[in-house]
């Protein structure tokens, strides 16, 4: 359903942006002034190309930079799963009485930024507090706990995990507030709009012609302006990054949750 709505809020975008350019031709080209471009047209010829070359540059590295970022924070958001696992991993070794208790926050933690981080991006632009206070008692534990001889290597690893961990985090939150800046929301819009308007400057003998082509150049114009800021907030909006990558490992640590809980019921003579 949500990309459902994308399209049609970019058909409606690009739509409207070509009826409008196609309606400013037909009404401009009610008052006879053909003779007078013709008349400039070695001018507004070689105006022309640079003005829209000047636009279309710029607007081609704005819609580089949002895509490019949006990849940037879905990378970074598995990349958060993918140190989470190996932080599990790592934890494997330890004694029992750190070990459930360090895995036990780390499904709390995963289960908290699919819950309640995702909502409070998408929303505020912000990490949730109560994932910050979970990840804040992962590094507790760590704080806590003294490793013998057989479990510093896997600890030492494992606080290694943990600050890349940190790093991705932040990274994380930095996606999430990140947005095109004012000026150039400005610049786009009214560069887009002064660049296809130039076009009633070229001198064209046909009117339907040039209504097709001004609206052609409208409607892509208003879709490139309609893709940058569609990815100027990567976790919120139609296109955005989904957290399946934490469903995925929530899952994954439940299952093994349970079957600690299982081994363990079986060791004792637990029904």
């Known amino acids: 359903m949500e990309g459902e709505a994308t399209i049609l809020n970019g058909v409606a975008v ?24 013709a008349a400039n047209k070695d001018f507004v010829a070689g105006a022309y190309p640079i003005i829209g070359l000047i636009y279309g540059v710029f ?27 190996q932080l599990w991993r790592d934890s494997e070794p330890l004694r029992e009485s750190y070990r459930a208790p360090l895995q036990d926050q780390l499904l709390d933690y995963v289960q908290l930024v699919r819950s309640d981080d995702w909502p409070s991006m998408a929303r505020t632009g912000m990490l949730s507090d ?46 999430a507030s990140a947005e095109v800046q004012p000026l150039v ?27 097709l082509v001004t609206s052609l150049m409208a409607g892509l114009t208003a879709f490139s302006i309609f893709l940058v800021l569609s990815l100027q907030r ?34 004792n003579g637990d029904d």
């Open 130 to 175: 109560s994932a910050t206070v979970a990840y804040e008692r992962i590094w507790q534990l760590f704080y806590e706990f003294e490793p013998d001889e057989l479990e510093e290597r896997f600890f030492n690893a494992a606080i290694t995990e943990l600050n890349s961990l940190g790093r991705v985090r932040r990274l994380r939150g930095l996606y």
């Open 59 to 85: 607007l081609a590295f704005t819609v580089v930079i949002a895509w490019q970022k949006f990849n940037d924070a879905e990378t970074s958001a598995t990349e958060e799963t993918t140190h989470l696992s």
């Open 234 to 267: 990567p976790f919120s909006g139609d296109l955005s990054v989904t957290p399946l990558a934490f469903d995925t490992l929530e899952r994954s640590f439940d299952e093994r949750i349970q079957r600690r809980t299982r081994t363990h019921r079986a060791q």
């Open 185 to 211: 929301k400005v610049f786009l819009v009214g560069g887009g709009v002064m660049t296809v308007a130039f076009s009633l400057l070229v001198a064209c003998g046909s009117r339907r012609l040039q209504m």
């Open 14 to 37: 690009v739509g409207t942006a070509m009826l409008l350019a196609a309606l400013t031709v037909w009404f401009a080209r009610r008052y006879e002034y053909q003779e007078l471009l």
